[in-house]
């Protein structure tokens, strides 16, 4: 599974390729549909299949002061794609230059010039090119004169309405990773480097594991059943609490996973830690006592609910 940057020519066993072209985030039901189109179509022809996506997402470049919403990262996106069956990863830099291409524009450069590509993917609200100005059916105008096919794929339904990135955030930030995760077809994960923070855990009885959010989506603050996967790709279950820890000052917004049944140093590497459950929101208690008694009865909480079927 290759990563290439999408300014640039790519490779020649990867040029004629069939591309499944969006934002990807999250690479929900909608988005998995979208790629595996592209990859069927890309295995009868046998072609190179390429999920092409954009970094920073459209919304921070024209919005740089959203509030953080990311579902993933590009290195996720990339697994994420190359289970799916993908080849290659292709990103395009979203920045002022490619902003200001117009669609016939985009098409040729991006698609044709730099791809080569026999074919192109995308969901029915696709838009593209500068102010929007391209959709579904100017890129297949733009296919036929430029010699590429369009395919498009219909919005996919998930309990009841269409799947979508936007739904997802806020089933996320409602506290329902259950739901969210029915969507993604996974837990939603957040992924990063462990930092030292305060050892207050380790001075409870809870060595905790303490990640930043970095661009990620805020889900709602509190307590959560969780399951980490650590650098030798092992599974382990545990709690963590997200939030800016009402306990402590000054608050810190941090994700801090508690692993049952595990012992070691983490400082420093990178790992991965699913939200699986919400048990309870942030709380601030009269003393440590009160805090240690509920902190068992997280690690209870979240034992029961990780015994229940995902």
């Not at 920073?56 to 290195?75: G, I, K």
């Not at 292709?90 to 200001?100: G, N």
């Not at 030798?232 to 709690?239: F, P």
Request: contains cysteine; glycine residues 12%.
């Amino acid at each position: 599974m290759e990563r290439l940057d999408g300014s640039s020519a790519v490779p020649p066993h990867l040029r004629g390729g069939i591309v499944a072209l969006g934002n990807f985030d999250g690479f929900h039901l909608g988005h998995q549909a979208v790629a595996g189109r592209a990859i069927d179509w890309a295995r009868r022809e046998g072609r190179p299949a390429i999920v092409a996506t954009f970094d920073p997402h459209p919304v921070r470049y024209f919005v740089p002061e959203a509030e953080p919403f990311r579902l993933t990262t590009l290195d996720q996106r990339q697994r994420l794609f190359g289970a799916a069956g993908a080849d290659a990863m292709l990103v395009f830099k979203f920045d002022a230059e490619l902003a200001s291409l117009h669609a016939d524009e985009y098409a040729r450069q991006r698609l044709v010039e730099a791809i080569g590509a026999a074919g192109v993917v995308t969901g029915g609200d696709f838009t593209f090119g500068k102010g929007r100005e391209g959709n579904v059916p100017v890129l297949r105008e733009l296919g036929a004169a430029m010699g590429f096919g369009v395919e498009t794929v219909s919005p996919v339904a998930g309990a009841g309405e269409t799947v979508s990135s936007s739904r997802i955030r806020e089933l996320l930030k409602a506290g329902k990773p259950r739901a969210a995760a029915a969507l993604l077809t996974r837990p939603f994960a957040i992924e990063g480097v462990v930092e030292p923070g305060a050892k207050l855990g380790r001075q409870l009885g809870w060595p905790t594991a303490n990640l930043a959010l970095g661009p990620y989506l805020r889900p709602a603050y509190g307590v959560y059943a969780v399951r980490g996967r650590l650098p030798d790709g092992r599974l382990v279950d545990g709690v963590a609490n997200l939030g800016i820890r009402p306990m402590i000052d000054p608050p810190v917004e941090l994700l801090e996973p508690y692993f049952f049944d595990f012992s070691g140093d983490l400082y420093g590497q990178t790992i991965e830690v699913q939200l699986i459950d919400y048990l309870r929101p942030e709380a601030k208690f009269d003393d440590m006592d009160a805090l240690k008694a509920q902190i068992a009865r997280d690690c209870e909480d979240a034992r029961a609910a990780l015994a229940k079927p995902e």
